[in-house]
């Protein structure tokens, strides 16, 4: 797609450079959210390239493009998980869609990972990976700063539990 065709937000002559520095500084980051999340980097690349062409579109409103982006590939995350259940379900009762690789084909830490509930994923990642503060965790997953702390708890724990056992 050339410069020209892309209708750049009506923010000043240099949005197009802030946009362009902004996924240059969060992408990489981004997918990796999205795949501790949803365990396919396909998916993680499509949520991740829909949330920039959304934050696109806001540039002008969007005051802290990381935590909007932290907040809207996590829900979208999410929704592509809740879908590829009820898949599964179908595949289960017969459907003809594919179903997913198992968690039988990672290594020990993916699959104590694949254990957690997609919240839980995603709050881990966010603290250990992004090193991010409870209170923007909380903003990302649209919960209270509590929550996060009993969400890492919970996870840990099961983490633990299933490393022990390899």
Known sequence: MTRSAI???????????DFGAAYRAHYDGMIRLA????????????????????LYRRWATVRDPENWL???????????????????RHVARGSPAESAPSAEDGTAVRQALLALSSRQRAA????????????????ALGCR???????????LATLREHLDEN
Do not use: C
């Open 7 to 17: 209708k750049e937000p009506k923010t000043g002559g240099s949005a197009l450079d």
């Open 35 to 54: 795949y501790v999340i949803t365990d396919s980097m396909a998916a993680a690349e499509d949520i991740v390239q829909e949330a920039f062409v959304e």
């Open 145 to 155: 700063p509590g929550t996060v702390k009993s969400l890492l708890h919970r996870a």
């Open 124 to 139: 881990v990642f966010l603290r250990f990976y992004l090193d991010l503060p409870e209170l923007a965790i909380a903003e």
């Open 70 to 88: 932290h907040t809207v590939v996590v829900n979208r995350s999410r929704s592509w998980w809740r879908r590829l259940v009820v898949a599964r």
